[in-house]
């Protein structure tokens, strides 16, 4: 009986070194699936950080190069190659190996430009003297990772004599009889659209207005309705989509490819008005509206 007893109890004593060894196991896993966790986890943070600096270097280089055409009417290639020394300096734990603007035939030879028309955006269509720019950024963290982007640019220089009107400052349609205006438009500042009561103004070609599109309020800050501005302007959607009432202004009349924006809700993938920074007006009491664009 004695013996028995001493069995058993060697029995469970050798059990619970095997459930321990076993728990212990689970734990050793454990432990290392965490840790390997952390480390992936760790390592694709890193890894986002660098992508999103790199990312934030090229997106500096292009801010870089269009505010340069802004300063410098005509800038030479050696001005263009000096953005490479711009680079971002706001995080102390990012170098950059690589950060590199320069027109593609070099530093030192003069600009290759290129004239035709432009391919797609606000300007499609639109002749331009086309300034072809590579622009390249390595960002490396101290860690050791790595990310490189290349970007290739085209700064394209139109000449405004392509525009039927091309303003400055604010530009105001409005009280008057009907008018077919075949040329495109842009304004560095706000559009007033309007005409005369019970006349039309038909729109040809594209709008853009860096500001904003304004209907309810003609320029001097007089409302729009009940002062001889509330006639019809209508707008293509399309190409060409206004060309049947351009032939006959006085009895144009609005359809799906040529609308009538006081009445048609456009958004942004409909109207052929460009809206820009969409900033107040001095009259910020006014109502505004933003009409979208479609190619």
């Known amino acids: 009986m004695q013996s028995d007893r001493s069995k058993e109890r060697g029995f469970t004593l050798i059990a619970a070194l095997l459930l321990l060894l076993l728990l212990a196991g689970f734990s050793i896993g454990l432990l290392l ?19 999103h600096a790199a990312e934030g270097a090229m997106e500096k280089t292009s801010s870089d190069l269009g505010n340069m055409f802004k300063n410098i009417q005509a800038p030479t290639a050696s001005q263009i190659c000096a953005l490479s020394n711009n680079y971002p300096t706001w995080d102390p734990t990012i170098t950059y190996p690589a950060y590199n603007v320069a027109p593609v035939s070099g530093c030192t030879a003069p600009l290759l430009t290129v004239w035709g028309p432009i391919s797609s955006g606000t300007n499609q269509g639109l002749y331009a003297q086309i300034i072809p720019v590579v622009m ?37 349609f409005g009280r008057a009889p009907d008018l077919g205006f075949a040329g495109r438009v842009h304004t560095n500042g706000d559009l007033y659209l309007g005409a005369a009561d019970t006349y039309n103004l038909v729109f040809g070609d594209k709008l853009t207005a860096w500001g904003n599109v304004i209907r309810a309020v003609m320029q001097n800050g007089v409302p729009s309705p009940g002062n001889n501005n509330g006639g019809t302007v209508m707008i293509p959607t399309s190409s060409g989509g206004c060309a049947s009432q351009m032939t006959d202004v006085p009895n144009a009349r609005a359809n799906s490819t040529c609308v009538d924006i006081a009445s048609t809700t456009l958004g942004a993938t409909n109207g052929s008005v460009v809206g820009g920074h969409g900033l107040r007006t001095k009259y910020g009491d006014v109502a505004e509206r933003l009409l979208g664009y479609v190619a």
């Open 33 to 51: 699936m965490v840790n390997t966790e952390q480390r992936v986890g760790g390592q694709d943070l890193n890894n986002n950080y660098t992508y």
């Open 136 to 172: 390249n950024a390595s960002a490396q963290r101290s860690s050791g990772e790595t990310v490189s982007m290349t970007r290739t640019a085209e700064v394209a220089l139109i000449p405004v004599f392509q525009f039927g009107v091309f303003s400055d400052s604010d530009l105001f």
